[in-house]
């Protein structure tokens, strides 16, 4: 399987962002968790949006907008994924209460369910 973008960027990401910006202050999402609970972009069948739906994820909140909470989406272990910013995503999320167990959070303490 291929990784390939969903040919309507703009709009998946606006999808993503809408959905990042109902995450609780305190509260941390997965970049595959907010792709689950996303619908697959129009063109990518379920098996490849399975895949890399989660890179999407991370694709669009690495160009989200000033708005949006970026600093609650980690990777599926709890950790703050290694680029520029890493240290800054960390403390933001400490200055909203989330205590990191040395680089990790404890995604069934903190973790947000999704939309009610």
């Known amino acids: 399987m291929k990784f390939r973008s969903p040919k309507n960027l703009r709009g998946y990401y606006e999808l993503v962002w809408k959905l990042a ?7 941390v999402a ?9 619908p697959a972009p129009q063109g990518v069948n379920d ?17 989200c907008p000033d708005n949006v909470p970026w600093h609650r989406v980690l990777n599926s272990q709890g950790k703050i994924s290694s ?5 800054k995503q960390r403390k ?8 990191f167990v040395k680089d ?13």
């Open 21 to 27: 910006r109902l995450i609780p202050r305190g509260r």
């Open 83 to 87: 680029r520029p910013g890493a240290e």
């Open 30 to 38: 997965s970049y595959g968790q907010l792709a689950l609970m996303l």
């Open 92 to 99: 933001l999320l400490e200055a909203e209460g989330i205590v």
């Open 47 to 63: 098996d490849a949006y399975r895949a890399f739906g989660p890179r999407w994820v991370g694709g669009a909140m690495a160009h």
């Open 104 to 116: 990790r959070i404890d995604l069934k303490k903190y973790g947000w369910a999704g939309p009610k």
